[in-house]
């Protein structure tokens, strides 16, 4: 095989490791809408929406997710964010099947979860997440 040969060979394996990345990145973190339960317990009183951030202590992903949640309720004060180990506190992640962490949930004034969001999601997201949440919430008051 000649020079050429190989770098072209070596260039297409590595675009494609590449794109086989950015899809299983792009499939690690989801939102899911609609995910109903309730959750008076963990919802902040006086929050419009609190966001329910469910971590581990060996999760590399929670500390993005901590500073999304943490700067959106700095910068809005209807919007609370809660931080939950679910070492500490399994119950509250069996009883919504967390499989991996960070896992996020987006519930409304009444403590209805409204979203799941799981890894870390882009902020833009988040705020996506929340302001559907209030739309839901609004339009099932």
Do not use: N, W, Y
Not at 11 to 31: E, F, K, M, Q, S
Not at 98 to 110: E, G, K
Not at 118 to 129: E, F, L, S, Y
């Amino acid at each position: 095989m000649d020079a050429l040969t190989a770098l072209l060979v070596i260039g297409a394996l590595v675009a494609v490791a590449t794109l086989l990345g950015l899809g299983l990145r792009a499939r690690a973190t989801r939102v899911a809408t609609g995910c109903g339960g309730d959750e008076h317990q963990l919802a902040v009183d006086g929050a419009e929406v609190t966001l329910v951030q469910l971590s581990s202590p060996v999760c590399s992903a929670c500390a993005a997710m901590r500073r999304v949640g943490s700067a959106l309720a700095a910068a809005d004060p209807t919007i609370a964010h809660r931080e939950i180990d679910v070492v500490d506190e399994p119950e509250v992640a069996r009883r919504h099947s967390v499989f991996s962490t960070p896992t996020t949930l987006v519930l409304d004034r009444d403590g209805h979860v409204r979203a799941r969001l799981i890894g870390a999601v882009k902020p833009a997201d988040v705020r996506a997440a929340v302001e559907a949440a209030r739309t839901l919430a609004a339009v099932t008051a």
